[in-house]
C-alpha cells in the first residue's frame, strides 16, 4: 500500500513538474511574441512635381515655393498586419497616444523644410513586424490627425476605416481674404510605407536605427491657365473678362486608388474674378488655381473653368450665367471618354491650357478672329 501511495505521489509530482515545464515555455512564448519597438530614423522629401497636359485656373502667381514645397509639421502612424492602429506612445497621460508628430517651424518662426533628413533626427520607437503599415501625414495640426485616426467614440480606427479618410482642403474663395483668390493656405502631405519593418539584428546593426525614406505626395494639383486675346480681337469698350470655377471638391482622398462604390463628391463655391486688364494688355496672361484631386465617374461631378465676356461687372450676377465651359481633367477633349481616369485630376500634378479668346459671329455664332494655342474660344462680341 505505502508502495502503491508513494507511486502514485511520484507521479502527481511528474505531471506537476511538467505542468511548470509547459507554463514556463508558455511564459517564454508570450515573452517572445511581446512586440518588438526599434527606433526609425524617419527622413522624407516631397515629390517633384509632375507635368500633365490639359487645363486651367486663375490667381497672377503660383503659390511660392515656401508653400509649395516645405514639410512643415509631419504625423507618423502605424497599423500592424491585422490592420489595428498601434498606440505608439505608452505614457496614459499623451493627449495623442496613437501618433508622433513633429514641428519643423519652430512655433511659426520658420518656414519648414524642404526635405527631412538624417541630421534632423526625427527618429521614433515603431513595432517590429512581418508586415506592418507606415503613414506619414505632412502639414496637417495634431487636431488634424487625431480626427483622421480617432473614431467619434474616441476609439482607435482601423486600417479599413483609414483608407476611407478625407482631408479638407482650406482654399482662399473670396477676394480681400488674406492670399491670392484660387490659392490655398495649406498644401497637405502624405506617403506610406506597406511592408515589412524588420528589426536591427536581421539588418545587421544591432547598434544604431534603422532608416525610412518617404516620398510625400502634394494633396493638391496646380492648374495653369495661359489666356489670350486672338490676332486682331480686342474687347468692346464696356465688357469684362472672368473666371470661375465649377466642381472644385472640397476634400481629397488619402488613397485615391482603393476600389469604392461610390464616392463623396462636396464642391465649394469660388467667386468669378474680374481679369480684364490683363487679358487686354497681354501681361500677365497665365493665372494659376490649386484644386484637390478627384476621381470623378460622371460629367455632373466633373472640373470645369468658366469664362466670361460680359457687360456685368459684379461678379455674383456674372456667377448666375452660364458662361463658355472648359473641361478640366486628364481626357479634357474626351478623346476616349470612357478610359479609366479620363475624368480625374491626380495629385501632385500640374495641368496647362493655352486659350485664345476670338470673335463671335453674331450670324453663325462662328469664331470670326485667327486664334492661336490649343483652344479658341469664341465669345468675344464683334465690336
Known amino acids: 500500500m505505502k508502495t502503491r501511495l ?82 505608439l506612445k505608452q505614457d496614459e497621460a499623451d493627449t495623442y497616444p496613437y501618433f508622433y508628430w513633429c514641428d519643423f517651424t519652430n512655433g511659426g518662426k520658420n518656414p519648414g523644410e524642404l526635405a527631412i533628413t538624417e541630421e534632423d533626427g526625427f527618429k521614433v520607437p515603431l513595432f517590429v513586424g512581418r508586415q506592418t503599415r507606415v503613414c506619414l501625414i505632412g502639414n496637417l495640426s495634431e487636431e488634424g490627425v487625431d480626427s483622421l485616426v480617432t473614431r467619434a467614440d474616441g476609439m482607435p480606427v482601423r486600417w479599413a476605416d483609414f483608407l476611407e479618410k478625407t482631408v479638407r482642403i482650406p482654399y482662399v474663395l473670396e477676394a480681400g481674404t488674406s492670399g491670392e483668390v484660387g490659392h490655398v493656405r495649406e498644401i497637405y502631405l502624405f506617403g506610406y510605407y506597406e511592408g515589412e519593418l524588420a528589426d536591427g539584428e536581421e539588418l545587421g546593426n ?58 463623396v463628391h462636396d464642391h465649394v463655391e469660388i467667386t468669378p474674378i474680374n481679369r480684364t486688364e490683363e487679358i487686354k494688355t497681354g501681361t500677365n496672361n497665365t493665372f494659376y488655381f490649386y484644386v484637390a484631386p478627384h476621381l470623378v465617374r ?81 465669345i468675344v462680341p464683334a465690336e
Open 298 to 378: 460622371d460629367m455632373a461631378n466633373a472640373t470645369y473653368l468658366r469664362i466670361w465676356c460680359t457687360e456685368e461687372t459684379n461678379p455674383g450676377s456674372v456667377a448666375k450665367e452660364e458662361g463658355y465651359k472648359v473641361l478640366i481633367c486628364n481626357d479634357p477633349l474626351q478623346e476616349i471618354p470612357t478610359a479609366d481616369g479620363s475624368l480625374w485630376i491626380n495629385r501632385n500634378s500640374v495641368y496647362h491650357m493655352n486659350l485664345t479668346l476670338t470673335y463671335v459671329d453674331s450670324e453663325t455664332g462662328r469664331s470670326r478672329g485667327v486664334g492661336h494655342g490649343s483652344r479658341e474660344i469664341a
Open 6 to 87: 508513494n507511486t502514485w505521489c511520484a507521479a502527481v509530482l511528474l505531471v506537476f513538474a511538467a505542468g511548470l515545464g509547459a507554463c514556463e515555455d508558455n511564459a517564454e512564448a508570450l515573452r517572445e511574441k511581446e512586440p518588438v519597438r526599434r527606433e526609425v530614423c524617419v527622413t522624407a522629401s516631397a515629390a517633384a512635381m509632375t507635368w500633365a497636359e490639359a487645363p486651367v485656373s486663375r490667381s497672377l502667381e503660383p503659390m511660392g515655393p515656401e508653400m509649395e514645397n516645405p514639410i512643415k509639421q509631419l504625423a507618423v502612424v502605424q497599423f500592424d498586419e491585422e490592420g489595428n492602429l498601434l498606440r
Open 206 to 263: 544591432e547598434d544604431e536605427f534603422t532608416r525610412m525614406d518617404f516620398t510625400l505626395a502634394r494633396l493638391i494639383a496646380r492648374l495653369e491657365l495661359s489666356i489670350s486675346l486672338g490676332e486682331g480681337v480686342s474687347l468692346p469698350d464696356g465688357y469684362n473678362v472672368f473666371f470661375g470655377l465649377d466642381g472644385v471638391e472640397e476634400d481629397v482622398y488619402l488613397f485615391p486608388n482603393v476600389n469604392r462604390t461610390s464616392y
